[in-house]
């Protein structure tokens, strides 16, 4: 059974850093890229960051560049998302999800994590 | 960017509807068109990819259709677990971007 477990998320001052994980197990994690979506409080979703299989190829949206990094350690089948200058703007459930390839969307999503950005 | 607009942005329905969401992207993205489905507190769930291709374990009643900037995503005969709101995204070119959602009620 196919499993992404994110965790790291917490309470942070503005300013501040977090690292979010995904675990995945399940599936050959060095297939398949991967991505960070988040979700503000009952809002929409919105793509964060993208990861190939090799870690060779990486985007972000505009919103994030330059502070956050994605990355990811094959051999520990994980997925790491680091977020620095974090703002109030930054507050979302943070989803990691599964991609073959940029056609076949996203087919598998962890439970989320939760980051508050607040003082 | 590429912006993705979804039609409407709820709608009210019945069990046993045949109902229609439309998504149109601001420039043509080919068929790189996916559908999710979101519930209270859950993660989305992937229901339609490359616009009309049914992913596995998906009930045959969702159906998708389009190409280029007119997209829509169908369900035949709405169940009482279809009640969520559902999302279109496009991976034509990043950045990645998802219409705003439409929500389906009772």
Redesign the interface.
């Known amino acids: 059974e196919v499993q992404l477990v994110e965790s790291g998320g917490n309470l942070v001052q503005p300013g501040g850093s977090l690292r979010l994980s995904c675990a995945a197990s399940g599936f050959s994690f060095n297939y398949y890229d991967m991505?960070w979506?988040r979700q503000a409080p009952g809002k929409?979703?919105?793509?964060v960051s993208?990861i190939s299989s090799s870690g060779s190829t990486i985007?972000y949206?505009?919103s994030v560049k330059g502070r956050f990094t994605i990355s990811r350690d094959n051999a520990k089948n994980s997925l790491y998302l680091q977020m620095n200058s974090l703002r109030a703007e930054d507050t979302a459930v943070y989803?990691c999800?599964r991609?073959r390839d940029?056609?076949?969307?996203?087919?598998?999503?962890?439970?989320?994590a939760l980051v508050t950005v607040s003082s | 960017d590429i912006q993705m607009t979804q039609s409407p942005s709820s709608l009210s329905a019945s069990v046993g509807d045949r109902v229609t969401i439309t998504c149109r992207a601001s420039q043509s993205i080919s068929?790189?068109l996916?559908w999710?489905q979101?519930k209270p507190g859950?993660?989305?769930?992937?229901l339609?990819?490359?616009a009309s291709s049914l992913?596995s374990g998906v009930p045959s009643r969702f159906s998708g259709s389009g190409s280029g900037t007119d997209f829509t995503l169908t369900i035949s005969s709405l169940q009482p677990e279809d009640f969520a709101t559902y999302?279109c995204?496009q991976?034509?070119s990043?950045?990645?971007?998802?219409?705003?959602?439409t929500k389906v009620e009772i």
């Open positions: 991505n979506v929409g979703l919105k793509w993208y985007y949206a505009d989803y999800a991609s940029a056609y076949n969307g996203f087919d598998y999503w962890g439970q989320g | 068929t790189y996916s999710y979101q859950k993660a989305p769930r992937l339609i990819y490359a992913q999302y995204q991976t034509y990043t950045p990645w971007t998802f219409g705003q959602g």
